[in-house]
């Protein structure tokens, strides 16, 4: 379980740069484009539009694996260490919830997302709206497991 973990966030890992670098080379590209030849590539800025979807969906699966989004937690770290369990799973149990209204509606939208096409590009739609049901369904399980080792006791 932790090596197939391991390599999942590796694989999320490099497909974010690979990502940061596509969108860094179209958008420089473009600059110099505008400025020495008065020019451009129409399609770059809506393909770096849909590149920074995916990549807010995929660095959120990440920073919530490595505890690193922002967290409020004056209050329960005065409590105790039972409480602040407890709360940590009542949280997650909240945030597995919210996971499941994303990738519920994510789903939605990917369907109407099918027979529409991006104006610019014709991508069909719903390849944007997927990356909300990736984005969802990854946070979902971790939170899910962190539930599950938080009424173990176990920290994770």
């Not at 590796?10 to 969108?23: H, K, L, N, P, Y």
């Not at 989004?69 to 409480?83: E, T």
């Amino acid at each position: 379980m932790q090596s197939l973990s391991k390599l999942l966030t590796r694989a999320i890992e490099i497909t974010s740069v690979g990502i940061m670098v596509i969108m860094s080379l179209m958008v420089f590209i473009n600059v110099v484009l505008r400025y020495a030849l008065n020019s451009s590539i129409v399609s770059s800025e809506e393909l770096s539009r849909f590149l920074f979807v995916w990549l807010t969906f995929l660095s959120a699966i990440l920073a919530y694996q490595e505890k690193s989004h922002i967290c409020v937690d004056f209050i329960v770290k005065k409590l105790g260490k039972w409480a602040t369990r407890w709360f940590g799973v009542l949280s997650n149990m909240l945030i597995a919830f919210c996971c499941t209204m994303i990738v519920s509606g994510s789903c939605q939208l990917t369907q109407i997302g099918l027979v529409e096409a991006s104006p610019v590009t014709e991508i069909p739609m719903a390849t944007l709206y997927i990356s909300g049901i990736i984005g969802g369904a990854g946070i979902f399980i971790i939170a899910v497991i962190r539930v599950f080792c938080g009424l173990a006791g176990k920290e994770v």
